[in-house]
Structure formats: structure tokens, C-alpha cells
């Protein structure tokens, strides 16, 4: 099995490009970080696999799962990684390379940096990962090219992650980069456009956050 969709213990944050994610997942890996498990439960989803520390999962819930025969891989509260991360890590070693993750978004600002950080994980490199929310989907990309599909009209964000991003190129947007350099900062890269269905970025060196919003944001 190479398809994963991970929960975690975010805000549920319904709407079109989750309902994307559910419909192309097929066959998947369903594992809940914890919390996550609740996120789950919203969408109907068989969980294969819980994960995590268990101080956030419902009691009552946890209990079902367990009858169910739901795999559970229970890790100490004090531990260097969060449980979105031993999720991560949990489905890359079951041979998961299309993962999409939702929950992930939630109220506390440092989980969802937090999470969006977990996509540079080394023993995710070559995989396509990416966090799913309401209308938006967001992923990283490294150097070379990633194209996007969507409609005319979407709105598409290119963020420097951790340092500038050199020659940056992109085709099917409606402001058009030929090789610049975005830097980490300035705010040139936020709320660009579609032109067609499919947009190309080719990314130099430097890693780029890419916030890809059904319709106008």
C-alpha cells in the first residue's frame, strides 16, 4: 500500500480540497495521530492505525478502537517527536509515498508551524506529502519542478521556508517569475493567480511553501 491519510488532532476544517484528498486516497493507510482519531471519526474513516501518546484521544473512543482490532502503538507523554511526526514516520515505513494529512490546522500557531515543519522530514524526501484544510492544500517544494493542477482563478502562495529560495520559475500564473530569488521576509510571493489548470514552478535551490487555495483566498 504507498497511499497514507493521516489525522491529526487540528481543527476539522471541511471543504473542497479535503473532499479531494478523501475521493483520490483509494486503498489508503488510515492512521490517526492521537486526537486525530476524532478527526477521523468526522469523515467516517476505518482507522488502521493510532498513534501517539494517548493524552488527547477520547477514552471511550480509544476503548472502541482497541475492540475493533485498530493497531495501537502507544509512546511515553515525555518524547522528542510529536505524534503527527511518529505518524509520519509510521507510514513511510509501511512504504507510503502519496501521503495527504488533515487535522493539521488548528488554533495553537506553533502545532500548525509545527506540522507544516514535519513536510521537510528527511525520510520524506521523494515522497508527495501534503497538509489538507478547508479550501487549501499546502506542500514543499524542492529543487526542480512541481506542477499544480487546478482551475483559473485559484490563488497559489510561494513562501521561502528557511532562507531564500534562488531562480524561481514559473509558468500558468499571472505574475510570472523568471529566475528570481525570493527571499525569506518580503511578502512578494503571497497571492498569485492561476491563468490555466496547470501550474509549473521549477525551484533552483532553497525550499518553497506552497499554498495552493481553491478560487480566491
Known amino acids: 500500500m504507498n497511499r497514507a491519510l493521516i489525522f491529526a488532532n487540528g481543527d476539522i476544517n471541511d471543504g473542497e480540497m479535503v473532499r479531494r484528498a478523501l475521493m483520490f486516497?483509494?486503498?489508503?493507510?488510515?492512521?490517526?495521530?492521537?486526537?486525530?482519531?476524532?478527526?477521523?471519526?468526522?469523515?467516517?474513516?476505518?482507522?488502521?492505525?493510532l498513534i501517539g501518546d494517548m493524552d488527547s484521544v477520547d477514552p471511550g473512543q480509544l476503548a472502541e478502537l482497541e475492540e475493533s482490532g485498530t493497531e495501537i502503538l502507544r509512546y511515553p507523554v515525555e518524547k522528542d517527536e510529536t505524534d503527527l511526526e511518529l505518524a509520519l514516520n509510521f507510514v513511510v515505513e509501511r512504504g507510503a509515498t502519496w501521503i495527504r494529512i488533515l487535522g493539521a490546522v488548528g488554533d495553537r500557531l506553533d502545532q500548525t508551524l509545527s506540522n507544516i515543519y514535519l513536510m521537510a522530514l528527511p525520510a520524506l524526501t521523494g515522497c508527495d506529502v501534503r497538509i489538507v484544510a478547508?479550501?487549501?492544500?499546502?506542500?514543499?517544494?524542492?529543487?526542480?519542478?512541481?506542477?499544480?493542477?487546478?482551475?483559473?482563478?485559484?490563488?497559489?502562495?510561494?513562501?521561502?521556508?528557511?532562507?531564500t529560495v534562488f531562480g524561481v520559475k514559473t509558468e500558468g500564473l499571472y505574475y510570472p517569475l523568471r529566475g528570481e530569488d525570493l527571499y525569506f521576509g518580503p511578502a512578494r510571493g503571497v497571492s498569485n493567480v492561476m491563468t490555466h489548470d496547470r501550474a509549473v514552478i521549477h525551484v533552483r535551490s532553497g525550499v518553497l511553501l506552497i499554498v495552493h487555495t481553491v478560487g480566491r483566498a
Open 25 to 49: 486516497s483509494g486503498e489508503s493507510l488510515i492512521v490517526a495521530a492521537d486526537g486525530g482519531a476524532r478527526v477521523a471519526a468526522h469523515f467516517g474513516m476505518k482507522i488502521d492505525a
Open 134 to 163: 478547508g479550501k487549501e492544500e499546502t506542500q514543499l517544494a524542492r529543487p526542480g519542478w512541481l506542477f499544480l493542477e487546478g482551475a483559473p482563478g485559484d490563488t497559489v502562495s510561494l513562501l521561502p521556508l528557511n532562507g
